[in-house]
């Protein structure tokens, strides 16, 4: 028999610790590779990991809701190497099979024996739901000290609730203040805006194709002509990219999360209405992958969502440029000295100064506002 460390890997980039949130086997269990093991919450999304071996299980090194660092044990298997033992006839049973046995017979009635087996420990209450989890992080409160008073003792909000002055700051939280504070400091940021006739946006509106995916659309159509909003500022020098990849801010119970489409500039309208969706679902429901929420060259933010007309938004770093996309409502227009009500939405383009300057991202979005308007 030998000895196998399993040790929690890197599940995503800038991702330093994760959660456990679940075991999906207890000790001595014997397990098949690829088996299941452990479902743990990155900050960025939940992740199942499957076992690297075949072997039995002899400790679990983490308890459910607890916070486990990258490289740290998480699980000890016995890898077992079948062997033959000696007997009179034939073949015995190889050791694992030996083990297996011993283990199922433990509780037979033997000498010295009662002939009763041990009640079974009762099983652990359920983890906590996601967003439970989530309010106990922003109130600095422990769950593993919480006695749950839910179905089988599940923890509950207002188990959670309480007299709380300080709101602690971890998970996706910490890293969104990370990344906007690098982002506030390191970029010079300016915010442009342009109000644009919605009629043509709205006549493209389908179960698939959503505003968002006609701006969204037309958006990285303008990468082409204007390929300075699809690069980044680093070591002196504007990075221009050769693809677009499209990030799509998302708000989600776990907090905002950026996932990615890659290639946007080559899809249709419909197969990139498609793909936003599945990629804000997944967000919402943590079932994003790593490579779902990174690697962004330009992002898209739909405030109007909640009902802003408009925003300022903070760019994702190290991008260079990111579109607020504002609510879409009956505004009165002057036409040909008319005042007439039309769908109208403002967007609002926060850029790089140290990239662009003023007039090339008036430039950017004023080729963005012709493009949207145009009949199709």
């Not at 900050?43 to 002899?58: C, F, H, R």
């Not at 422990?142 to 008073?149: F, I, P, Q, R």
Request: proline fraction near 7%; aromatic fraction near 2%; hydrophobic fraction near 40%.
């Amino acid at each position: 028999m030998a000895e196998h460390h399993f040790r929690l890997p890197d599940l995503g980039e800038g991702l330093e610790d994760a959660e456990v949130v679940r075991w999906l086997v207890t000790e001595g269990d014997e397990i098949a590779l690829n088996q299941p093991l452990i479902e743990v919450d990155t900050a960025k999304a939940l992740v199942e990991i499957p076992s690297p071996v075949a072997g039995s299980i002899t400790k679990l090194h983490a308890a459910a809701g607890t916070t486990v660092k990258v490289g740290a044990t998480l699980v000890t298997f016995e890898v077992a190497e079948p062997k033959r033992t000696a007997v009179l006839v034939g073949y015995g049973a190889d050791e694992a099979s030996s083990s297996s046995s011993r283990r199922r017979l433990s509780g037979v009635r033997g000498p010295g024996r009662t002939g009763r087996r041990e009640p079974p420990s009762p099983a652990p209450p359920p983890p906590p739901a996601p967003p439970i989890r989530k309010l106990a992080a922003e109130l600095g409160v422990d769950v593993a000290k919480l006695v749950g008073s839910g179905p089988d003792g599940r923890i509950t909000r207002d188990d959670v609730i309480g007299d709380k002055k300080r709101v602690a700051v971890s998970g996706v939280r910490k890293l969104i203040a990370q990344k906007m504070t690098r982002s506030w400091r390191e970029i010079p940021h300016v915010t442009t805006y342009l109000t644009v006739d919605a009629t043509q946006i709205l006549a493209q509106k389908s179960s698939d194709v959503s505003p968002l995916a006609v701006v969204s659309k037309r958006l990285v159509e303008i990468c082409r002509s204007h390929p300075k909003i699809n690069s980044s500022f680093g070591d002196d020098a504007i990075v221009l990219k050769d693809e677009v990849h499209l990030g799509v801010a998302t708000d989600t119970e776990r907090g905002l999360l950026v996932p990615v489409v890659r290639n946007a500039d080559r899809l249709t309208v419909e197969a990139l209405g498609k793909e936003i969706k599945r990629l804000i679902t997944a967000a919402r429901e943590g079932k994003s992958s790593p490579d779902d929420l990174r690697g962004s060259t330009i992002t898209i933010s739909n405030v109007g969502s909640f009902g802003a007309e408009y925003g300022t938004p903070i760019i994702n770093h190290p991008e260079a440029a990111i579109l607020a996309l504002g609510v879409i409502e009956q505004r009165p227009v002057v036409r040909d000295g008319v005042v007439v009500a039309l769908p109208m939405v403002t967007l609002s383009l926060s850029f790089d100064h140290r990239v662009l300057d003023g007039a090339e991202a008036g430039r950017a979005l004023a080729d963005l506002r012709v493009l949207l308007e145009q009949v199709r």
